[in-house]
C-alpha cells in the first residue's frame, strides 16, 4: 500500500470517527431529554425514558448547537438523587402554588433574589436557570454569564423562607447537578470532592458516597 493509498483511507475514517465523538457528546442532551419527557408525562416508565433519550438526541443532531467547551462524568447515584429530588420539590412547589391560589387572605408577596453560583461553566450555570423556572412559583429574569449569577423572582417570598432559603435552596439544586455531572476537577475545585476524587458528603449527610 502507497502513502497515497493510506492517507486517503485516514481521510475516509475521520468522518466516521468525527460522527462517533458527536455520538458520545450528545449524552447530556439525552439525558436532559429522558428527564423533561418524563416530567411531562408524569409516568416513569421505560417506554418514556428511551423515548425521552430519543427525543434528545434527535433534538441536539437536528439543531447542533456550538460547543460550550465543557466536559463532564455521569454518575448515577448522584444523578438519581438530582432527578428524585427535583421531582419532589416540583410536586410540592405545584402543589403550594395552587393553595396560595385559593387559600383566603391577601395575596402572597413575592420579590426578586439574587443567587451568586459555584461554578462558571455555562452549561452548569444555564442548565441550573432551566431547571430552577421549571419549578412552579419561580422565574428566572436574569442570568450573568460573566459572575455566575442568577435573578429569580419569587412568587411567595415568605412560604420559601425568605431570600437566604432561596438562595440555599437554588444552590443545593447546582451542587447536586455539579455532582452528578461535573468533572472530577471542577468538584475538586470547589471543594465537593477529595483532591482523590472522592466526593465530599453534603453537610449534615456524613457517610453518603
Do not use: C, Y
Not at 459555584?118 to 436557570?129: K, M, P, V
Not at 455532582?179 to 483532591?195: H, I, K, N, S, Y
Request: glycine share 12%; no cysteine; charged share 20%.
Amino acid at each position: 500500500m502507497t502513502r497515497t493509498d493510506t492517507v486517503a483511507e485516514q481521510q475516509s475514517g475521520r468522518p466516521w470517527r468525527r460522527r462517533a465523538r458527536r455520538l458520545a457528546a450528545l449524552w447530556p442532551t439525552m439525558v436532559v431529554g429522558a428527564v423533561i419527557w418524563v416530567l411531562l408525562w408524569g409516568d416513569l416508565s421505560w417506554a418514556n425514558v428511551l423515548s425521552g433519550v430519543a427525543l434528545g438526541a434527535l433534538v441536539a443532531l437536528a439543531f447542533p448547537l456550538p460547543s460550550v467547551g465543557t466536559a463532564g462524568t455521569l454518575r448515577p447515584g448522584p444523578l438519581a438523587r438530582l432527578v428524585g429530588r427535583f421531582v419532589g420539590d416540583l410536586v410540592l412547589a405545584s402543589f403550594q402554588v395552587a393553595w396560595t391560589a385559593v387559600r383566603p387572605g391577601p395575596p402572597p408577596r413575592g420579590g426578586l433574589v439574587t443567587v451568586p453560583l459555584r461554578s462558571t461553566s455555562d452549561l452548569f450555570i444555564a442548565t441550573t436557570a432551566g431547571l430552577s423556572s421549571m419549578v412552579p412559583g419561580t422565574v428566572v429574569v436574569d442570568l450573568d454569564r460573566s459572575d455566575g449569577i442568577l435573578r429569580l423572582h419569587v412568587l411567595d417570598l415568605a412560604g420559601s423562607s425568605g431570600p437566604e432559603g432561596v438562595r440555599e435552596s437554588t444552590r443545593a439544586l447546582e451542587e447536586r447537578l455539579l455532582r452528578a455531572f461535573a468533572t472530577r476537577a471542577e468538584l475538586v475545585r470547589l471543594g465537593l470532592a477529595d483532591p482523590s476524587g472522592h466526593l465530599v458528603p453534603p453537610p449534615g449527610k456524613e457517610g453518603q458516597p
